[in-house]
């Protein structure tokens, strides 16, 4: 009975990370940065000049990238969330970029624990790297 039980939880903690919803006033947001920073959780970008042409490009990219889902925002905003599941678990992150004068925010981070082991980072530089070299 207790390995039913614990099977019974990890199951509802699995669904949970699929299914919980994104609140968008949360995770449509961007902190008010001026520099890149690698954080546990996750990373912070400035990419300085960047047209907007090249952002929409960036945007396209990651849109037709596998396991990420619009949240919230347009490029013609120039504001933008997406959410990129991982592989195997599911577990969201958030990637918001935020495009301005010529400059380019990008706020990628998780939602659940307290590392994503350089993840975000990683997946942020091949998607700049297929729009901007």
Known sequence: ????VILVLI?????????????????????????????????????????????ADLVDVIQASD?????????????ITFIARTK????????????RNGRLRIYSRLRFGQSDLGVNGRRLQAWVSQVLG
């Open 88 to 99: 195997w678990m599911g577990f969201p992150d958030y990637v918001t970029l935020q495009w």
């Open 11 to 55: 199951v509802a903690g699995l669904a949970y990370i699929r299914l919980a919803p994104s609140d968008v006033e949360r995770w449509h947001d961007m902190p008010d940065f001026d520099s890149d920073q690698d954080l546990a959780g996750g990373v912070m970008r400035i990419l300085d000049p960047v047209d907007q042409a090249q952002f």
């Open 1 to 4: 009975m207790f390995k039913i």
């Open 67 to 79: 396991r990420v889902t619009h949240l919230a925002g347009s490029v013609a905003d120039g504001k």
